[in-house]
């Protein structure tokens, strides 16, 4: 399997404008989740996924951030409008079986927001 | 508010050495999970721990849990210049349901 994958690596973006991050699973895993990771705070959850429903949404920031999954083999993170302060590495992870088995990340987007 | 605190959050040791670094966690949990981020990376599972006494081995690394003193340790033995990366500690608060809560993160270098 390819492993979990990200798009875009890298993104700048000016404040206010409007940001997606795009996350394909592993093939079968059932749990899905989104972290932010800053120097500041270091690794938040921000949001996770069970069979393509949202669970628990306690870890998105603001109203400015939301994340769909349409089907099992694809999520977005998007934030509408951007802040410099949103500047971080994004992280998807997935999960094939929960409890007893760990989480996969993919390789992170650095979002840049001027 | 849950806590899950790491020590040292610097190391630098010379290799052939060994050392310990120790993951506190403020709530009751009976699952842990130690991650490898090397520079610019993702993040690398390395051991889920799942139940009190819990031990896990893997080359120069070794990971325990004690979920009565809610406390992890990541032993490494006689380190080599390759384990330098940061090593995060995460505390499964949902129990079963992975929602984690990351440590610091413990940055180890290892001098040759």
């Known amino acids: 399997d390819a492993g979990v994958i990200q798009s875009p690596r890298h993104e700048v973006t000016e404040m206010g404008q409007e940001v997606t991050l795009r996350c394909k699973p592993i093939?079968?895993?059932?749990?899905l989740f989104w972290y932010r990771q800053t120097m500041m705070r270091g690794l938040e959850l921000l949001i996770y996924f069970n069979n393509n429903v949202p669970i628990d949404d306690s870890g998105m920031p603001e109203d400015r951030f939301s994340a769909k999954m349409p089907n099992a083999s694809f999520s977005t993170l998007k934030i509408q409008p951007s802040e410099p302060r949103d500047s971080a590495v994004y992280f998807c992870?997935?999960?094939?079986?929960?409890?007893?088995?760990?989480?996969?990340f993919g390789p992170g987007t650095r979002l840049t927001v001027l | 508010e849950l806590k899950v605190e790491q020590n040292p959050l610097f190391l630098s040791m010379q290799e052939g050495k060994n050392y310990t670094i120790y993951c506190n966690y403020s709530?009751?949990?009976?699952?842990l999970y130690w991650y490898r981020q090397d520079p610019g990376k993702s993040l690398e599972s390395l051991f889920v721990?799942?139940?009190?006494?819990a031990v896990k081995q893997e080359g120069r690394l070794m990971a325990s849990l004690d979920t009565k003193a809610r406390l992890s340790t990541l032993h490494i033995t006689a380190a080599v210049h390759d384990l330098s990366a940061t090593y995060f500690c995460?505390?499964?608060?949902?129990?079963?349901?992975?929602?984690?809560?990351f440590g610091q993160g413990t940055r180890l270098t290892i001098n040759p």
């Open positions: 992870a997935s999960s094939p079986l929960v409890g007893t088995d760990t989480q996969y």
């Open positions: 093939s079968g895993h059932d749990y």
């Open positions: 721990l799942l139940s009190n006494g």
């Open positions: 995460a505390v499964d608060i949902d129990q079963g349901a992975q929602k984690l809560v």
């Open positions: 709530t009751t949990s009976d699952r």
